[in-house]
Every structure is written in C-alpha cells, then in structure tokens.
C-alpha cells in the first residue's frame, strides 16, 4: 500500500512560537486576527473550493479580502508554526478527501484591476478571475487576453502555473508579479526571474505567493473585432472540451512530440471510469467528475492512465493537475 503526499504551494514557516492547534483536530472553531476582518475557520470543507468539487477539509481556512490581511494571516501561520498552503480559483487542484493540514489561504477575494492608458499595462490583484478579465480587455480594444477567456483560474494561479492557450501563455504577457515572502515582505519581480517554460515557473512548489501581476496588452483596437475573437475562442473550448462538468482542464502535460489527449485516447481509454471519475467522452485528458466522485476515485485513474499509456506507448505521462494533501494508492 503506497502513501503519496504531494502538495501545491505550501510553505512551512519556520519561527519559533507555539503551534497550539492539535494536528487533524476536529473540533470547530474562529479566530480573529486583530486589526483585521480576517477570520479564521477550522475544518472548512474545500469540495467548494475546487472545480472538482471533491476534496476533504482544510484544518484552518481564511479568505484575506486585501494584502494587509492576507499579511496577517501569513504572520499567524508564522507565529505559530503552521504550513501554509494558497487556493486561487482551485482549478487545477486535486485535494486529498482526507483533506489538508495547516492553513489554506484561498486567494480569490483579493480583488483589483487596473487598465493604464498611458502604458497598455493591466496591473490586477492575484484574486481577480481570468475571463472577467479576457472580457474586460476586450470591451475596451485591448488586445492580448483572448486567447485565455476559457481558463477558469485566478491571476495569481495562472502566474504560477504559465497557463496558456492557442499557442499563448501568461508568460508572453507577464510584465512583472508582485510577491510575498514566508518572512512578510514584498518585492516586484520581473518575468525573467521567474523562470517560465512550458506550464511551469519557478513559483511552483515554492513558499512565495503571487499578490498581483502587470500584464503588457495592446490597446486601441477595434472593442468589436477583439469581442468577436475572445467570443471565438470562448466558443472552441465550448465546442471541444466538456465544460459541462466538473474537472480540472487537462489532466497531463503534454508530452512533446505528442498530445496526451491523443496518447489516451489511442489507448483506448476513452469513457474509461473508476467510481463516479471518467475519462471525458469530449476530451480524452480531461477526467471530469461525473457526480460524486471522490479525489481518491481521480487519482486512481490517473494511475490507471499512466500505467496503460507507459504500456502501450513507454512514455510516463506527467500529471499537470496539483495534487493536495495524501493519496493512497490502490
Ligand atoms: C475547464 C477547465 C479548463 C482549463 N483550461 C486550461 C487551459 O486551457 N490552459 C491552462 O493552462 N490551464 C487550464 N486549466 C487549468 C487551470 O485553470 C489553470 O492552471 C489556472 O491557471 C489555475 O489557476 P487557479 O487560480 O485555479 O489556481 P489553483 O488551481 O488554485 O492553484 C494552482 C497552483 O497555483 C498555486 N497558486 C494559486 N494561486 C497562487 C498565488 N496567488 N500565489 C502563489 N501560488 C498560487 C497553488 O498553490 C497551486 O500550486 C483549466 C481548468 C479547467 C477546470
């Protein structure tokens, strides 16, 4: 029987102070961070927070609606010694039905948008949702964004993750990101010292969280004609990918010279399910959750994939999807 612990961005803070919360506790309860609105809550069930909705509790749960909070909330963690893990949209997350340990800092209330004229830059808060915001360029001309209007993720996980599409990905766009440290402070950080290539940065697997982006966009197009392409690309992923249920986009990174959709599907793993999980009818690297589905009936079909694939082709698919917390393999 394999134990797997594989985690996102979880940062274990190192200070001194006491950990007073009991590791798994059941038991319910707040905490007010002074001089905030934070709240924190224990036992927050994070199936609403992924777009599998699958997943057990956080130990500890908070929502930070701004950066001095979100500070604060890090400085908790780190007075207390207590892991940190960040949630953004929870569109690429599997987490463990056992749940998570510590404290998940869930990004997406952290809201702001600038669009300056001067410069053609949109600087935006990690929170701020992708589409809003492939939308928002669009209304006003500004070119750059439409290829990114079917990603359901927040700024803050598509720095982190290099998200992309149609050829495009943040890191054509990123101008800079704005970080917090474990140790509270806050510096800018230009796209190069990220370290992007394809789906992946130097953020990935990291203690650092991403509070805001500036992005290099071209304004002054026609707002129709760049409706009409986000539209288009809107339209393609309706058109190719099943959107109608839950899942986490593509399961696999793909595997140059190959697509992982194509490798699956000539295994023929197609519809493929274990429990309420299924290979997608519409679109082979996507599992979605047919109802009811449980993060362990996911994972076991990931490695159900993989295993078939290697089989047949020799090549080890390698997940893209992050996985949260312990996974035991059947
Ligand atoms: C239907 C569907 C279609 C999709 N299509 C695409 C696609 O075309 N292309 C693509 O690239 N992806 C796609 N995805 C996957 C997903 O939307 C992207 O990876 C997205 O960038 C994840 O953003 P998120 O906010 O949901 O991050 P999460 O899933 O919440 O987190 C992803 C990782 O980023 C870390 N993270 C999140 N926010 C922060 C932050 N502020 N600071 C530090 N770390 C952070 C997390 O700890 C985790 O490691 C799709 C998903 C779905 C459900």
Redesign the pocket.
Known sequence: MTIFQA????CTISSLATNNLAANSTESKEIYLPGTDCVIKSQVSLAGY???RVGGPAELCVAPRNLADLQASIKYASINKIPV?????????LVSDRGISGLVIV??H?RHTYFDPETGRLTVA??EP?PGLAWAAADRGWQGLEWSV????????????????HNS??ADILVSAQILSPDGTLETVSKEQLGYSY?TSL????S????SATFQLQPGADPAQIIASTKQHKQH?LNT???HL?????VFRNPKPYAAGWLIEQTGLKGFQIGKAQVAQRHAN?IVNCGGASAGDIFNLIHHIQNKVQDRWSVLLEP???M?GEFQAA
């Open positions: 985690s996102a961005n979880v992924t777009s599998y893990t960040i949630l953004g949209a929870g569109s690429n997350l990004t997406r952290l990690a929170g992708v079917g990603i359901p993720g927040t700024v803050g996980g598509m720095v982190v993750m290099n998200a992309g599409a990905c943040i789906r953020l990935q697997g990291g650092r969280i991403v509070t992923r990918q099943p959107y839950p899942s986490c986009g593509s996507f893209e999807v992050k949260l």
